[in-house]
């Protein structure tokens, strides 16, 4: 299994401001993924990203809202842009462990809220 | 595309009554099949997966058989206790999804003493 740990935990957030949420893992993995949980709804996943390349993003997100760094095999950061109140939500740093059946592990998310 | 619905909650249940959270699934293929539970303050748990067909997940007195001919993955468990007070997520992913999660929209589940 993996061990992931994400700073902040939560914060309080002026719109318009950005801040950056980091992600640490215990082991050396190849993908990290960035999920958000708005509130009362479900995850979704925001992007992918491989140390030494850019992020592949899913759709619906794009790299200047959610610009994400992967400087090496055990970090990662994403930033979330420019915030506004629809922003608030839960972020969560995740790992997939185990190959082709594998499972994510998921670090304790940091939750922003937008005022 | 995948998609995965849950029953609507959310649930209120008495201590030791019986649990089912049903979830059902649209996917290609084959995918592996998961439950997540996040209690409350804390972050997202695996509580138990299956990854072929009539496969059966267990865990914590938890289990979810994996039902290709149903599309189904519903959770149950015989006697629930306050501590299984939680959401309970039901997930799928495909074989060549790397990371990629669909999950479904959660069920709040409260154990009353």
């Known amino acids: 299994s993996a061990v992931i740990s994400q700073k902040p935990s939560r914060d309080i957030c002026q719109r318009g401001t950005s801040l950056t949420i980091q992600c640490q893992v215990d082991s050396q993995v190849t993908m990290m993924f960035w999920y958000r949980q708005q509130p009362g709804q479900s995850l979704t996943l925001i992007a992918t990203a491989n140390q030494g390349s850019e992020a592949t993003y899913e759709s619906g997100f794009v790299i200047d809202k959610f610009p994400i760094s992967r400087p090496n095999l055990t970090f990662s950061t994403l930033t979330v842009s420019n915030m506004s109140p629809e922003d608030s939500s839960i972020y969560l740093c995740?790992?997939?462990?185990?190959?082709?059946?594998?499972?994510?592990?998921f670090g304790e998310g940091s939750r922003l809220t937008v005022l | 595309g995948n998609s995965v619905t849950q029953m609507e909650g959310p649930v209120t249940l008495s201590e030791e009554a019986f649990l089912t959270i049903n979830c059902t699934y649209t996917a290609t293929g084959y995918p592996s099949l998961f439950w997540y539970v996040q209690y409350p303050g804390e972050g997202l748990q695996l509580l138990l997966k299956?990854?072929?067909?009539?496969d059966k997940g267990s865990n914590k007195g938890f289990e979810a058989t994996y039902r290709k001919e149903t599309t189904s993955f519903h959770l149950e468990k015989g006697s629930v206790q306050v501590s299984d007070s939680a959401v309970y997520f039901c997930?799928?992913?495909?074989?060549?999804?790397?990371?990629?999660?669909?999950f479904g929209q959660g069920t709040i589940l409260t154990v009353h003493p």
């Open positions: 995740s790992v997939e462990w185990g190959g082709a059946s594998g499972e994510l592990f």
């Open positions: 997930a799928l992913r495909r074989r060549t999804s790397y990371g990629k999660l669909t």
């Open positions: 299956a990854t072929k067909a009539d």
